[in-house]
């Protein structure tokens, strides 16, 4: 089965210092990832996706990066951290490619920057 | 862009009553992808149902929707609600851009009461 794991389960950091978000799948090979912001009361948004190693597309431009690694890794992160970069972060992956698919959602990490 | 509309913020039920949660969205896109994804609290979103066929009823754990491009809708029902029912639903449209993006709604609190 497969199991997604993502840390820290939440931070809280000053404005304006570095982040570093993990997320790592096992138990599935060339897993299609993604990274999803969730406000405070707010929708989901994509925030990022990525096909395969080494290759990452942004969707939405919030002043973060993201990285993937390893097969089964993707990291965000950013140098300089905004208050409103507040909120909830989940990654996700799915088995196939194409909008259809079904996303699976790891447990998230909660982040508040003060 | 796309954008997913769920009119209720919060919906509150009595046990045994019926579910509708609305769900209407816009794309340019003649194929749309519509998804419901369920968020318990302290928990993941976890996909209940999707649908991509016109006028066909999709059913799944009891909640089924029926997607209507006529009138761009996908709204999710359930003939008797539940209190395990009581949860964040989101309603989801997929776009056929080439980067899998999901674009959500802003989501609705399903609280059912005894």
């Known amino acids: 089965a497969q199991t997604i794991h993502q840390w820290p389960v939440a931070e809280i950091k000053a404005v304006g210092s570095p982040l570093s978000l993990g997320c790592t799948i096992k138990?599935?090979?060339?897993?299609?990832l993604y990274w999803y912001w969730q406000a405070t009361g707010g929708t989901l948004q994509q925030l990022f996706y990525?096909?395969?190693?080494?290759?990452v597309e942004s969707v939405v431009q919030l002043n973060l990066s993201a990285s993937r690694p390893k097969d089964d890794q993707f990291i965000l992160s950013t140098e300089k951290l905004l208050l409103s970069h507040s909120g909830f972060y989940l990654c996700?992956?799915?088995?196939?490619?194409?909008?259809?698919?079904?996303?699976?959602f790891g447990p998230g990490t909660r982040l508040t920057v003060l | 862009g796309d954008s997913v509309t769920q009119t209720e913020g919060l919906v509150t039920l009595t046990e045994g009553l019926p579910v509708m949660l609305n769900c209407t969205y816009q794309?340019?896109?003649?194929?749309?992808?519509l998804f419901w994804y369920v968020q318990h609290l302290n928990e993941s979103p976890r996909l209940l149902l999707k649908?991509?066929?016109?006028?066909k009823r999709t059913e799944h754990q009891g909640f089924h929707a029926t997607l209507h491009k006529s009138s761009s809708s996908f709204h999710l029902q359930k003939s008797s609600a539940q209190l395990s029912d009581s949860a964040l639903y989101y309603c989801?449209?997929?776009?056929?851009?080439?980067?899998?993006?999901?674009?959500f709604g802003q989501g609705t609190v399903l609280s059912v009461i005894p």
């Open positions: 996700a992956w799915s088995s196939d490619w194409g909008v259809y698919a079904e996303q699976f």
């Open positions: 138990g599935k090979s060339s897993p299609n």
């Open positions: 990525s096909i395969t190693v080494g290759q």
């Open positions: 794309t340019i896109y003649s194929n749309p992808f």
């Open positions: 649908s991509f066929t016109d006028n």
């Open positions: 989801a449209l997929g776009a056929t851009g080439g980067n899998n993006k999901l674009t």
